[in-house]
């Protein structure tokens, strides 16, 4: 059974500090998704890696993709307190279109 | 151009009631998924429907069961409610091999 295992759980961190999120996977997949959840809100997609060592950016987020370790990672620099929400990486495949989300990081920037 | 339309937004149902949620896909995607998530969890794979049938199932009873419509639409049904039913239900439209679009959700409390 493929698991998607997330790290930190949670994590609290300052305004203007780096930290990274850990996205582990059991089973080999053809693309890792990033997604953005607000409170009470749906899934806001961040970025889709769909090689081995893919990287993406966007403002302060950066995401990696290590498809022979099975590892990918969410790079926060520079946290602001709008970076506060909870973050969930997906295993997908191109086959099946069928995602399995990870557990979720929430994040919670303190000014 | 309209994204993933779900209905109801919100739903408050009793203990073995039925309840049937609606997503309408966005424009141009022909797949749709369901998801269940429940407060402080990731999303779990539910079903999927492609040409109005159902291609993939994840570890959920037959309680749950959907439909897809000519149009791409797709209801999904949750028959004799439990309490453990009550989660934010998300609809993800597609094209095979292509990036999700989430909805916004329907949030169903059993009571």
Known sequence: ?111 | DAGVTQSPTHLIKTRGQQVTLRCSPKSGHDTVSWYQQALGQGPQFIFQYYEEEERQRGNFPDRFSGHQFPNYSSELNVNALLLGDSALYLCASSLIGYGYTFGSGTRLTVV
Request: charged share 15%; with cysteine.
């Open chain 1, 1 to 111: 059974e493929l698991k998607v295992e997330q790290n930190p759980l949670f994590l609290s961190m300052q305004e203007g500090k780096n930290y990274t999120i850990y996205c582990n996977y059991s089973t080999t997949s053809d693309r890792l998704y990033w997604y953005r959840q607000d409170p009470g809100k749906s899934l806001e997609s961040l970025f889709v890696l769909l090689s081995n060592g893919a990287v993406k950016q966007e403002g302060r987020l950066m995401a990696s993709l290590d498809t022979k370790a099975r590892l990918s990672t969410l790079h926060i620099t520079a946290a602001v307190h709008d970076l506060s929400a909870t973050y969930f990486c997906a295993v997908g495949f191109s086959a099946t279109n069928k995602l399995i989300f990870g557990t979720g990081t929430l994040l919670a920037v303190q000014p």
